[in-house]
């Protein structure tokens, strides 16, 4: 079946530091995937999205680009603030050749970021 | 517009007892899904629904049931709560499963 699977956390990073989190999936289809964001308190954000394989997706100045031929889909930001803190979740979701959704979005366990100032 | 609202925010329930987590969207989405929320376990998928008349199963549906009479609503049901069922529940509509899905506040609940 589908996963996905994402770095250990916690993270904890000083302000403007790099941030990578890794996520690597597995999937039977052809999947679409997703980084969602929860801030403290809140539910989840659609952060960004790609559909298709080389696809990159950015937002808030988060990338992460759709590698089909290493199954991954990592999040990067060059220089994380202190409102940055919070969990991150990849996830996808699959469907056939035709297009046809197998009905569900499959979530990473979630990886806490911490940013100091 | 409201989005996806969540009724109530907290709960505490005794084993045994049941109740009605409520979920409620104004954007006319027909995709509608429950999950839950536990440590380093990510969401894993209640139940889903297609449209008005139409649910399925996720991942792990059992002790729960739902029921979509509308397109605005979709309850979520616990029939004999089990401390097991101690968790963050959050609703999520979208036009589409591949379209972005927008999550409710959430619900803790709490079984002793």
């Known amino acids: 079946g589908d996963s996905v699977t994402q770095m250990e956390g916690p993270v904890t990073l000083s302000e403007e530091a790099f941030l990578t989190i890794n996520c690597t999936y597995t999937?039977?289809?052809?999947?679409?995937l997703f980084w969602y964001v929860q801030y403290p308190g809140e539910g989840l954000q659609l952060l960004l999205k790609?559909?298709?394989?080389?696809d990159k997706g950015s937002n808030k100045g988060f990338e992460a680009t759709y590698r089909k031929e290493t199954t991954s889909f990592h999040l990067e930001k060059g220089s994380v603030q202190v409102s940055d803190s919070a969990v991150y979740f990849c996830?996808?979701?699959?469907?056939?050749?035709?297009?046809?959704?197998?009905?569900?979005?499959?979530f990473g366990q979630g990886t806490i970021l911490t940013v100091h100032p | 517009n409201a989005g996806v609202t969540q009724t109530p925010k907290f709960q505490v329930l005794k084993t045994g007892q049941s109740m009605t987590l409520q979920c409620a969207q104004d954007?006319?989405?027909?995709?509608m899904s429950w999950y839950r929320q536990d440590p380093g376990m990510g969401l894993r998928l209640i139940h889903y629904?297609?449209?008005?008349?139409?649910?399925d199963q996720g991942e792990v549906p059992n002790g729960y049931n739902v029921s979509r009479s509308t397109t605005e609503d979709f309850p979520l049901r616990l029939l004999s709560a089990a401390p097991s069922q101690t968790s963050v529940y959050f609703c999520?509509?979208?036009?589409?499963?591949?379209?972005?899905?927008?999550f409710g506040p959430g619900t803790r609940l709490t079984v002793t």
């Open positions: 999520a509509s979208s036009y589409s499963l591949h379209r972005e899905q927008y």
């Open positions: 999937a039977t289809g052809y999947p679409s």
């Open positions: 790609a559909t298709k394989a080389d």
């Open positions: 996830a996808l979701s699959d469907q056939n050749a035709g297009g046809t959704s197998y009905g569900k979005l499959t």
């Open positions: 954007m006319n989405h027909e995709y």
């Open positions: 629904s297609v449209g008005a008349g139409i649910t």
